[in-house]
Antibody
Framework: QVQLQESGPGLVRPSQTLSLTCTVS??????????WSWIRQPAGRGPEWIGR???????TYTPSLERRVTISIDTSKNHFSLRLSSVTAADTAVYYC?????????????WGQGTLVTVSS | SFELTQPPSVSVSPGETANMTCSGD??????VSWYQQRPGQAPVLVIL???KRPAGISERISGSKSGNTATLTINGTQAMDEADFYC?????????FGGGTKLTVL
């Protein structure tokens, strides 16, 4: 079964760029036709979808973050990445990577354990 | 913009049936997914496409939809069912989550 693991700095300074990587194991990231997403969750609030990358590299982002977000995929390293620029305290959250369920369903069927990113000076 | 509305909390006694709703404009035309999140853990998909249960999810959990309101039902609620539950749908190629319902088993 596919497994996902987030990694990256837990502390980012305001105005800097947040960078996270999601390493995929148990399957090749390039096998099948899947969407790979980033989702974040501020403390005490519901999840917020950030965006996704298709196995072939096509990306879509949530409109409110589109100007600051880049999601990319590296099939040679079996991982995909998130970059969020010009961060503020409002970007403090647990960040999850996820894969769709498959069988033509875009539901988020597989999740990483999440990583807390704090934006603070 | 598209929004999903959930009641903040639902409380039931052990053995009772818990019903959690999710409403939104045009929800009748969209598939709804449901996620269960226990404290300190990642969300887990429990219902997709309004009413389908992934492998390994308890048969006590079911989903339904009537018009613009989707409902997640847990029969014979147990203490282990205590968690936050989120509905989710897609609108204009964007995933939208509801604010969540905290299920308390008294």
């Amino acid at each position: 079964q596919v497994q996902l693991q987030e990694s990256g700095p837990g502390l980012v300074r305001p105005s800097q760029t947040l960078s996270l990587t999601c390493t995929v194991s148990g399957d090749s990231i390039s096998s099948g036709s899947y969407y790979w997403s980033w989702i974040r969750q501020p403390a005490g609030r519901g999840p917020e979808w950030i965006g996704r990358v298709y196995t072939g590299g096509f990306t879509t982002y949530t409109p409110s973050l589109e100007r600051r977000v880049t999601i990319s995929i590296d099939t040679s390293k079996n991982h995909f990445s998130l970059r969020l620029s010009s961060v503020t305290a409002a970007d403090t959250a647990v960040y999850y990577c996820a894969r769709d369920f498959g069988d033509s369903s875009p539901s988020f069927g597989f999740w990483g354990q999440g990583t807390l990113v704090t934006v603070s000076s | 913009s598209f929004e999903l509305t959930q009641p903040p909390s639902v409380s039931v006694s052990p053995g009772e049936t818990a019903n959690m709703t999710c409403s939104g404009d045009r929800l009748a035309t969209k598939y709804v997914s449901w996620y269960q999140q226990r404290p300190g853990q990642a969300p887990v998909l429990v219902i997709l496409q309004d009413r389908k249960r992934p492998a390994g999810i308890s048969e006590r959990i079911s989903g339904s939809k009537s018009g613009n309101t989707a409902t997640l039902t847990i029969n014979g609620t147990q203490a282990m069912d205590e968690a936050d539950f989120y509905c989710q749908a897609w609108d204009s190629n964007t995933a939208i989550f509801g604010g969540g319902t905290k299920l308390t088993v008294l």
